[in-house]
């Protein structure tokens, strides 16, 4: 049964940082590229940010290209997102998403797995 558990949400203020961390189990995780999706109240669920096997190619969105860094560490089944300089638009439910295909985690097709998210809030 694969699972990927999300941590390292929280609440932080305006500019502050947060890393978050997806350790997955049930699959080979070095064959997978991994990916991160949020989802603000009453908004539709946007990448965020992915990264292919052995972290060949990242990609970010636009709006948190420069302030945000995935990373894997495939010794120990986890992604993991560097978050810097959050502001409250910032504010979402956070997932781990993981897919063979590197399109796919880039938010173009039916992801394979998810976590069940981890709970950002940046105060202001």
């Known amino acids: 049964q694969v699972q990927l558990v999300e941590s390292g949400g929280g609440l932080v203020q305006a500019g502050g940082s947060l890393r978050l961390s997806c350790a997955a189990s049930?699959?080979?995780?070095?064959?997978?590229?991994m990916g991160w999706f949020r989802q603000a109240p009453g908004k539709e669920r946007e990448v965020v940010a992915a990264?292919?096997?052995?972290?060949?190619?990242?990609y970010y969105s636009d709006t948190v290209n420069g302030l945000f860094t995935i990373s894997r560490e495939d010794a120990k089944n986890t992604v993991y997102l560097q978050m810097n300089s959050l502001n409250p638009e910032d504010t979402a439910v956070y997932f781990c998403?993981?897919?063979?295909?590197?399109?796919?985690?880039?938010?173009?097709?039916?992801?394979?797995?998810w976590g069940q998210g981890t709970q950002v809030t940046v105060s202001s």
């Open positions: 998403a993981a897919d063979l295909s590197i399109t796919v985690v880039r938010g173009r097709g039916r992801i394979a797995y």
């Open positions: 990264i292919s096997r052995s972290s060949i190619t990242t």
């Open positions: 049930g699959l080979a995780f070095s064959n997978y590229a």
